[in-house]
């Protein structure tokens, strides 16, 4: 019975250590929401300046036909 335990011990003591480093990642995570300013960041082609010439050029080339 020693033997037993003594092989499943540090696999519980293992399971419960990722268990509350996992629970404290969910509640840190719940708690902090994304920036108000964050959705403006999710599409850098938008804020991208060889975008936005890029796009200028093929709206000057369709309006020039």
Not at 13 to 21: D, E, N, Y
Request: proline share 5%.
């Amino acid at each position: 019975m020693s033997t037993f335990i003594a092989t499943i011990a540090p696999f519980i003591a293992a399971l419960i250590l990722t268990a509350l480093f996992v629970w404290a990642l969910e509640r840190s995570n719940r708690r902090n929401g994304s920036a108000p300013w964050a959705d403006d960041y999710r599409h850098p082609a938008e804020h991208d300046a060889d975008h936005r010439r890029s796009a200028h050029d093929m709206d000057s080339y369709g309006a020039a036909a």
